[in-house]
Each structure stands twice: as C-alpha cells, then as structure tokens.
C-alpha cells in the first residue's frame, strides 16, 4: 500500500525516535532538563504525537501511492504542525513563553484544518472505497482523534500547573512523582494503549500491503 521508500524512511524514524526518546527522558529527569522532569506515560505520548504528527504524516503525504485526497489533507496539517513546532521550541528554550491555551488554540485550528480537507474532498470518499482509501481515511480519522486527546491533555496541564509554565521555572512536563499530575498520567497511560494500538496496525497494513 504504501511505497517501499516510505516503508524503509518509517522504520528508520521510528528507531531514531525511540532512540532520541530514550536520551530526552535521561537528561530530563537524571540531569534535571529544564521543564521538569517527564513521566513514563507522558514520553510515550510525546513520542507517540512526534512520529504521527511530524513523521507518518508528511512521509504519507509525499507518497505518490497513497490517494491524492488524503495527501493534499496530510500534507496541509503536517506544514502547520512543523511551523507549530519551530515556534514552540523557540518560545519554550528562548523566549520562555509558552503557554498551554497557545497549543490548544493550534490544535483546534488543525482539528477545522483537517475537517474543512475532508468535506472539501467528501466526493473522493462518499463512493465506493477501495483498500487504500479506508486506510488513507482511518489515518485521517486518527490525526483527528490524537489533536482531540491533545487538547484534553493540555488543558489538564494547564490547570494542573496554574499557568506556570514560563520564565526559568516553567514546568512544561508531567512528573510521575507529583499528586498534581496522578489523573494526567492516569489518563495518558489509559489513552496510550488504544492509541498505540490503532497506530502499529495502520502501520502494519500499510507497510504490509
């Protein structure tokens, strides 16, 4: 289903992500990062929302074999999600502004992005669907899904920490250790299953088919 070229570029990925996964989670919570230090559930969502969003993505929707209709959505949400993440970067390590309501207003942009995409291109898949376009479409479906679980985990955040995520002591991650965040890590341990789940078998039957 999907070429051999995208095949081979999201193992590679996804190896180099656990890997750099791995170095994140020691030098934030051994070396003490800055931001806090990150529980287990949280990096796997991290890693989780990095390699669909920043990764599968904009691979899919360069791929010539996958349905002109879902790269032109793919492709549109992964340009607004690196621009997203430049400037995220540039206000968490240098301006030290960031503020949660500032992701959930990119992540509910994102969510109108990719539904505006799918009703503008609702012809290609109110037909009849071959194999490619239920595929195409169910990751689609799961970009959707992952920005509204993102929102939730970010407004949870936000209140977890009364806004106090700037300046040198801002706290951008959620401990393992922390009362305040119990019900967040409950939840992203309790999210991650179905969502890695659902994730590894779109991925296991576009590479497979």
């Not at 999201?10 to 180099?16: D, E, I, N, W």
């Not at 250790?177 to 999210?191: G, K």
Request: hydrophobic share 55%.
């Amino acid at each position: 289903m999907l070429s051999a070229a995208t095949c081979v570029l999201l193992v590679v990925f996804l190896l180099a992500i656990a890997g750099a996964a791995a170095f994140f989670r020691h030098r934030q919570n051994t070396r003490g990062g800055r931001g806090g230090r990150i529980s287990g559930p949280k990096l796997a969502w991290l890693l989780y929302a990095v390699f669909l969003w920043f990764l599968v993505c904009p691979l899919v929707a360069m791929d010539a074999s996958v349905p002109f209709e879902a790269r032109i959505v793919l492709g549109a949400f992964a340009v607004s999600m690196w621009l997203r993440g430049a400037a995220e970067l540039y206000m968490l390590y240098v301006s030290r502004n960031w503020r949660p309501p500032y992701g959930v207003g990119h992540d509910l942009g994102c969510i109108a992005l990719v539904g505006a995409g799918l009703v503008y291109t609702w012809e290609k898949w109110a037909g009849a669907l071959d194999g490619r376009d239920v595929w195409a479409l169910a990751l689609v479906g799961l970009v959707l899904v992952s920005l509204g679980v993102e929102v939730a985990y970010a407004a949870l955040f936000h209140q977890a920490v009364e806004g106090r995520t700037t300046g040198e002591d801002g706290v951008w991650f959620a401990d393992a250790e922390q009362e305040r965040f119990r019900r967040i890590n409950r939840l992203t341990l309790a999210l991650n299953v179905p969502l890695y789940a659902v994730l590894a078998v779109l991925l296991a039957v576009g590479i497979g088919g």
